[in-house]
């Protein structure tokens, strides 16, 4: 048998493995997926539930400002008018015509399942990158890149397998440390993988696994990427999340340290770890992670809320919003406000004037009890020690408001995205952003007969 024959029957047998390149279909106007979890058999319905296109806080982030483009892309979960079947999309928002063109559809995930919702990348080069996540192990997990800088009209399929929960950080001369979850033995693993092209990636390395697993939220300041998460004791799993630890790594993962800059071993694999800032198992409380940042010295911030049970409903009342703030010699826990479930999310601001702003659904919405609320903004001027009600952005509506999420280098005029849903049924859920100053919220077009529209002012 000649070499060119053996050589031609390889290359039949073994798919090569060339990027898939598509151009996505565009939709008609803007609709989140709406997704429940858990029914209750009472008056509450699900344990969360609502318009969850910007879900989950674990994935991060959705949106990124460039720069160079003058524009913020944004991904989330999107569906199709009355149809509960989510589709990731991807889109932007042009802050010099202030327009967004119709929404790409990149996947139609065949579930209705938002912990599918994809998250962004954005390289030095200005590649859109979306990461598609799976919630568990029955679906794949992809990458796609777009195949020209700072556009969404082209993408590559880059890479497939399986991740959960992802939070890819783009480090400047180095590539991707991408922070992740693996579904495994009963639990949730955390992990992390690099890569300098996004094409070719690392083995999986284990960062965390105690008892039942963890749930991460995760942010980056230059070389510097940091991770805070809880932990599921057994035998109660995620319901009986608890605990609050932090790590960094300022070398893409080589290396992990604590808070204080002592060298940290992982895998983390027991509930007493020098990476431990409260014992709150101790305490009886529950730990639901809201988002990470880092104060004007460089030191970390945690905004979370912490309740007496998962169930929905006043029984668990008070959910109180804490931040952990290091200060540099120790973590210093203080309490914020209250509101009324345990899926309230907000994003934490830390402004280079000193101003510290969180925008998050503290009011009871008009599905009191349930996932979200009305938006609120709140404002700090004392570094996190008193806070203030600033504004309502949202009053009077007919369905809540959730997850109200921060662009990376957040704009003054594109600052928070969300969406709306109705917390008890199915129903059609909108998208909006809002201004730093909280002065206006604009809703994103559902219905758009023309390439590009201006997002319509609701308040």
């Given at each position: 048998?000649?070499?060119?024959?053996?050589?031609?029957?390889?290359?039949?047998?073994?798919?090569?493995?060339?990027?898939?390149?598509?151009?996505?279909?565009?939709?008609?106007?803007?609709?989140?997926?709406?997704?429940?979890?858990?029914?209750?058999?009472?008056?509450?319905?699900?344990?969360?539930?609502?318009?969850?296109?910007?879900?989950?806080?674990?994935?991060?982030?959705?949106?990124?400002?460039?720069?160079?483009?003058?524009?913020?892309?944004?991904?989330?979960?999107?569906?199709?008018?009355?149809?509960?079947?989510?589709?990731?999309?991807?889109?932007?928002?042009?802050?010099?015509?202030?327009?967004?063109?119709?929404?790409?559809?990149?996947?139609?995930?065949?579930?209705?399942?938002?912990?599918?919702?994809?998250?962004?990348?954005?390289?030095?080069?200005?590649?859109?990158?979306?990461?598609?996540?799976?919630?568990?192990?029955?679906?794949?997990?992809?990458?796609?890149?777009?195949?020209?800088?700072?556009?969404?009209?082209?993408?590559?399929?880059?890479?497939?397998?399986?991740?959960?929960?992802?939070?890819?950080?783009?480090?400047?001369?180095?590539?991707?440390?991408?922070?992740?979850?693996?579904?495994?033995?009963?639990?949730?693993?955390?992990?992390?993988?690099?890569?300098?092209?996004?094409?070719?990636?690392?083995?999986?390395?284990?960062?965390?696994?105690?008892?039942?697993?963890?749930?991460?939220?995760?942010?980056?300041?230059?070389?510097?990427?940091?991770?805070?998460?809880?932990?599921?004791?057994?035998?109660?799993?995620?319901?009986?999340?608890?605990?609050?630890?932090?790590?960094?790594?300022?070398?893409?993962?080589?290396?992990?340290?604590?808070?204080?800059?002592?060298?940290?071993?992982?895998?983390?694999?027991?509930?007493?770890?020098?990476?431990?800032?409260?014992?709150?198992?101790?305490?009886?409380?529950?730990?639901?992670?809201?988002?990470?940042?880092?104060?004007?010295?460089?030191?970390?911030?945690?905004?979370?809320?912490?309740?007496?049970?998962?169930?929905?409903?006043?029984?668990?009342?008070?959910?109180?919003?804490r931040i952990a703030h290091w200060t540099g010699d120790s973590w210093e826990i203080r309490e914020l406000f209250t509101s009324d479930h345990n899926y309230d999310f907000g994003s934490l601001y830390i402004e280079d004037n000193r101003v510290w702003r969180i925008i998050a659904p503290?009011?009871?919405?008009?599905?009191?009890?349930?996932?979200?609320?009305?938006m609120v903004m709140w404002i700090s001027r004392d570094e996190g020690k008193t806070w203030q009600r600033a504004r309502s952005l949202t009053r009077n509506s007919s369905r809540n408001h959730t997850y109200a999420r921060k662009p990376v280098n957040a704009q003054p005029d594109f600052?928070?995205?969300?969406?709306?849903?109705?917390?008890?049924?199915?129903?059609?859920?909108?998208?909006?952003?809002?201004?730093?100053?909280?002065?206006?919220?604009w809703r994103l077009p559902q219905r758009m007969s023309s390439e590009f529209a201006k997002p319509e002012r609701v308040r």
């Amino acid at each position: 048998m000649g070499r060119s024959f053996v050589l031609l029957l390889w290359f039949c047998l073994v798919p090569l493995a060339l990027p898939e390149t598509f151009r996505p279909e565009k939709a008609d106007g803007y609709h989140g997926i709406w997704y429940s979890n858990q029914p209750t058999g009472d008056e509450y319905v699900y344990k969360y539930s609502g318009g969850l296109a910007t879900y989950p806080q674990q994935h991060s982030p959705i949106a990124i400002y460039a720069p160079a483009a003058r524009k913020t892309f944004f991904c989330y979960g999107g569906s199709l008018p009355g149809r509960q079947e989510l589709l990731l999309m991807v889109s932007y928002y042009d802050h010099v015509t202030r327009q967004v063109p119709r929404p790409r559809i990149l996947l139609n995930r065949k579930t209705d399942d938002a912990h599918d919702n994809p998250v962004l990348g954005l390289d030095e080069r200005g590649h859109v990158w979306v990461f598609a996540n799976s919630h568990g192990t029955a679906r794949r997990s992809y990458i796609f890149r777009s195949t020209a800088p700072y556009s969404i009209d082209e993408f590559e399929r880059v890479w497939e397998g399986n991740f959960s929960y992802a939070n890819p950080r783009w480090v400047s001369g180095e590539g991707f440390l991408f922070l992740h979850t693996r579904y495994e033995r009963g639990g949730r693993s955390l992990y992390w993988m690099t890569s300098r092209d996004g094409l070719t990636w690392s083995e999986p390395q284990l960062l965390a696994r105690v008892e039942l697993g963890h749930y991460q939220i995760v942010q980056q300041t230059g070389r510097r990427v940091a991770t805070a998460f809880n932990f599921h004791p057994a035998p109660f799993g995620l319901n009986a999340r608890t605990n609050l630890y932090y790590l960094e790594t300022t070398d893409m993962g080589r290396t992990w340290k604590t808070v204080d800059g002592r060298p940290a071993p992982v895998p983390v694999t027991r509930p007493e770890h020098p990476a431990l800032v409260h014992d709150y198992r101790s305490e009886g409380l529950l730990v639901y992670l809201k988002t990470l940042e880092f104060d004007r010295g460089g030191r970390p911030v945690i905004l979370f809320l912490t309740s007496r049970g998962f169930e929905p409903g006043p029984k668990n009342d008070p959910r109180v919003w804490r931040i952990a703030h290091w200060t540099g010699d120790s973590w210093e826990i203080r309490e914020l406000f209250t509101s009324d479930h345990n899926y309230d999310f907000g994003s934490l601001y830390i402004e280079d004037n000193r101003v510290w702003r969180i925008i998050a659904p503290t009011d009871p919405g008009p599905q009191p009890y349930c996932t979200g609320g009305e938006m609120v903004m709140w404002i700090s001027r004392d570094e996190g020690k008193t806070w203030q009600r600033a504004r309502s952005l949202t009053r009077n509506s007919s369905r809540n408001h959730t997850y109200a999420r921060k662009p990376v280098n957040a704009q003054p005029d594109f600052y928070a995205l969300w969406a709306d849903g109705d917390a008890k049924k199915f129903s059609d859920s909108a998208v909006y952003f809002t201004n730093r100053e909280g002065t206006a919220v604009w809703r994103l077009p559902q219905r758009m007969s023309s390439e590009f529209a201006k997002p319509e002012r609701v308040r």
